[in-house]
């Protein structure tokens, strides 16, 4: 079934440990994006990348990094997890900037 | 700043009709989106409307005027499975999404 897969569903992490959250997506998409939600505030993006080999800052993109070395895998990296990076990771991916954004299942991280 | 407005939550009765309003204001505008999203899953594609007027598709519709910054979402003849959270967002100058926070749609029987 065609899509984005995200990994892992849910996570509990210690506070300065590194964390890497996948997605891949298997949609020959160009653009792809990382958001977070919160309760009670929009989803809000942290990195995007336009196309292979091109990445950007979104809203929210401190203490995130991203890369984008091929067309289907976008992965985020929390260098050193913070209690306030508690939430919701959406990955998603649009044909082209103007398509309509379809999203990964969602990654549940909690950092104590 | 950009900023989009929509009611936190709404109640409706199964069978009855709902509209969602949604307010904008934005940088450039390219595009609004309606997204539905069920609690604990993500969210998926309802709507787009670029053009001001109405968008219909089945039991939902979207309606967009550019010179208000205003959007609704339209379900009719609402069944127990739209509860979830309605999601609008708008694509901006630089073809950003700006999203809201959402509307949690309660229906009773």
């Known amino acids: 079934i065609a899509g984005i897969t995200q990994a892992p569903t849910s996570q509990i992490l210690a506070a300065g440990r590194r964390m890497t959250l996948r997605c891949t997506q298997d949609?020959?998409?160009?653009?792809m994006y990382w958001y977070r939600q919160d309760l009670g505030l929009g989803l809000r993006l942290i990195h995007y990348?336009?196309?292979?080999?091109?990445?950007g800052k979104g809203e929210v993109p401190d203490g995130y990094s991203v890369s984008r070395a091929n067309t289907d895998d976008f992965p985020l990296t929390l260098a050193s997890a913070v209690p306030s990076q508690t939430s919701v990771y959406f990955c998603?991916?649009?044909?082209?900037?103007?398509?309509?954004?379809?999203f990964g299942e969602g990654s549940r991280l909690t950092v104590l | 700043g950009q900023n989009i407005d929509q009611p936190t939550e709404m109640t409706a009765t199964e069978g009855a009709i709902v509209q969602i309003n949604c307010t904008y204001q934005t940088s450039g505008f390219n595009g609004l989106f309606w997204y539905q999203q069920h609690a604990g899953e993500a969210p998926t594609f309802l709507s787009y409307?670029?053009l001001d007027g109405l968008e219909e598709k089945g039991r939902f519709s979207s309606f967009l005027s550019r010179s208000k910054g205003y959007s609704y979402l339209l379900l009719k003849e609402l069944q127990m499975k739209d509860s979830a959270s309605y999601l609008c967002?708008?694509?901006?100058?630089?073809?950003?999404?700006?999203w809201g926070a959402g509307t949690k749609l309660i229906i009773k029987p």
């Open positions: 998603a991916s649009s044909q082209g900037v103007t398509g309509e954004l379809f």
């Open positions: 967002a708008v694509r901006d100058s630089n073809y950003q999404l700006i």
């Open positions: 409307n670029v």
């Open positions: 990348s336009n196309t292979a080999g091109t990445t």
């Open positions: 949609m020959r998409h160009n653009a």
